[in-house]
């Protein structure tokens, strides 16, 4: 089953504009991350938030996490046309971190 | 390094045939996986293995075999294909210990088989 679930399953914005993403999951969590993925390519990964941090930056990427809402959004300011891909939350489970549990994706559209 | 490889690209098989797709890694990771990504499904684990040696079973195992008797290969065997199983397949490695990395839960995944079951 799947451990996260993203919203929107799609996204459709203007170049310049910032992208959020969420992803809320279901059981307790060792850490969370996010995967981007060019269409018809591997998945590469982004970033990761461990469960007792809040937030995390990395260049134009901010993650927040939220274990008492298990939930996490992924924001990306500044959107370019290359940043059109889809994006996947995926965690890892207390008791179970050599296994990551990925959610269904949000497909970003990054119009020039 | 090349990273993750996955061979073949691309293949199209008859109901009942049978297939083997090798992925290969250059980063000496303990951990190897085989996902399936289907539209609409995100990916879901098979197999996986934590180190040469042996494999464990992933969510959707049924149908796949796997073995890992090198640890920079992991195979992914279909004994008899069914149309169930066209889908893309991606493998992954993590963790080294070698390499000190304070998180080793990162996964390097490779550029994935197309694979169609007719």
């Known amino acids: 089953s799947q451990q996260g679930e993203e919203d929107p399953q799609a996204l459709s914005i203007q170049e310049g504009e910032n992208a959020t993403m969420n992803c809320s999951y279901k059981?307790?969590?060792?850490?969370l991350q996010w995967y981007r993925q060019n269409s018809g390519r591997g998945l590469v990964h982004l970033i990761l938030?461990?469960?007792?941090?809040r937030e995390k930056h990395s260049g134009r990427l901010r993650v927040t996490l939220d274990t008492s809402k298990k939930s996490s959004s992924l924001l990306i300011t500044a959107s370019r046309a290359a940043d059109t891909a889809s994006y996947f939350c995926?965690?890892?489970?207390?008791?179970?971190?050599?296994?990551?549990?990925f959610g269904k994706g949000t497909k970003l559209t990054v119009n020039p | 390094n090349a990273g993750v490889t996955q061979t073949p690209k691309f293949r199209v098989l008859k109901t009942g045939q049978s297939m083997t797709l090798l992925c290969a890694q250059d980063?000496?990771?303990?951990?190897m996986y085989w996902y399936r990504q289907d539209p609409g499904m995100g990916l879901r684990l098979i197999h996986y293995?934590?180190?040469?040696?042996?494999?464990a079973k992933g969510e959707v195992p049924d149908g796949y075999n796997v073995s890992r008797l090198k640890k920079q290969n992991f195979l992914l065997g279909l004994e008899s294909a069914a149309p169930s199983q066209t889908s893309v397949y991606f493998c992954?490695?993590?963790?080294?210990?070698?390499?000190?990395?304070?998180?080793?839960?990162?996964?390097?995944f490779g550029p994935g088989t197309r694979l169609t079951v007719l």
């Open positions: 938030i461990r469960s007792n941090e």
């Open positions: 059981t307790s969590i060792n850490n």
């Open positions: 293995s934590v180190g040469e040696g042996t494999t």
């Open positions: 995926a965690s890892t489970t207390q008791g179970g971190s050599e296994k990551l549990v």
């Open positions: 980063m000496n990771h303990e951990y």
């Open positions: 992954a490695s993590s963790y080294s210990r070698l390499a000190g990395l304070v998180s080793t839960d990162t996964q390097y």
